[in-house]
């Protein structure tokens, strides 16, 4: 079956722009979560989602992060004012029932 | 706050040989997960380990899952080339699925 998709698979903005990164979950997975992966370090938790709404978004950052979930399925990452230090891999993972979680193939993110 | 250590970081092997990378955690939790990902790829699920004393096993890798020392092995027999990766392990403290804390990787590469 489908895995977890995202897109863009590359995305270059400047600083300052504002950016959408999408996920799309293995149909039927009611827990979405998001990372970020700078080179060469483990994945960092952002937040994660159980149905629509965020149960755990601590690790966000700062207030220019910002995701939604609104049907249940499909999420969006936006970051805002995008600054040179936003620049990693964006992956997204979906589960239900709580054993395990299914990686997508990230968004590489790339502020100039 | 949860601290997850892997070691070694770096490790190099000859094919045909056998190895064990470790993965210490700081606070308590029964639910550890191995990952491996390939040069620019996303997270491979290997194992799931979810009680005191799990063990699983998948061709040449071996994980194992002690809860007291807060401690994980990935046992490697007879290396093959394919097995070169970076593999993580991640913890989930609040032992509900939520977030993954990761490691910060092992680079295995397994030489001729």
């Known amino acids: 079956g489908a895995g977890v998709s995202q897109t863009p698979s590359n995305k270059v903005t400047e600083k300052g722009k504002y950016v959408e990164l999408r996920c799309d979950p293995i149909s039927g997975h009611t827990a979405l979560y998001w990372y970020r992966q700078s080179l060469g370090q483990g994945p960092e938790f952002l937040i994660y989602f159980q149905g629509t709404g965020a149960a755990d978004d601590s690790g966000l950052p700062n207030d220019r992060f910002f995701a939604v979930r609104p049907e249940g399925s499909v999420s969006t990452l936006k970051i805002q004012r995008t600054e040179r230090g936003d620049s990693a891999v964006y992956l997204c993972?979906?589960?239900?029932?709580?054993?395990?979680?299914?990686f997508g193939p990230g968004t590489r993110l790339t502020v100039l | 706050e949860l601290k997850v250590e892997q070691n070694p970081l770096f490790l190099s092997m000859q094919e045909g040989k056998n190895y064990t990378i470790y993965c210490n955690y700081s606070t308590t939790s029964d639910r550890l997960y191995w990952y491996r990902q390939d040069p620019g790829k996303s997270l491979e699920s290997l194992f799931v380990l979810l009680s005191n004393g799990a063990v699983k096993q998948e061709g040449r890798l071996m994980a194992s899952l002690d809860t007291k020392a807060r401690l994980s092995t990935l046992h490697i027999t007879a290396a093959v080339h394919d097995l070169s990766a970076t593999y993580f392990c991640?913890?989930?403290?609040?032992?509900?699925?939520?977030?993954?804390?990761f490691g910060t990787g092992t680079r295995l590469q397994v030489t001729l």
């Open positions: 991640a913890v989930d403290m609040a032992g509900t699925a939520s977030k993954l804390t």
């Open positions: 993972a979906s589960g239900v029932g709580g054993n395990e979680q299914f």
